[in-house]
């Protein structure tokens, strides 16, 4: 995590279920896709950006801005009979 003046800058939030949520500053992770690399959050996880779901194929092109929430949770697949 960045620091400026002695103080940890966290830009952004993520949250994976069941594990404690990350701060990261916008420094080490620009993107959706950086984000998701370095937070170590598992390909099989649907993923939230500020309540909203993203695309998969949309991860590496989608800049993150300070006060992003990034939320990732299973991915529920129907059971049809």
Do not use: C
């Amino acid at each position: 995590m960045a620091e400026e003046t002695g103080v940890a800058r966290r830009d952004v939030k993520l949250a994976v279920l069941g594990k404690v949520p990350q701060y990261f500053s916008l420094d080490e992770v620009p993107t959706l896709g950086a984000l998701l690399e370095v937070g170590g959050v598992p390909q099989h996880m649907d993923v939230r950006l500020n309540m909203t779901t993203v695309n998969k194929t949309q991860y590496a092109t989608i800049p993150l801005q300070e006060g992003d929430l990034v939320v990732a949770v299973p991915r529920i697949e129907g059971g049809g009979r």
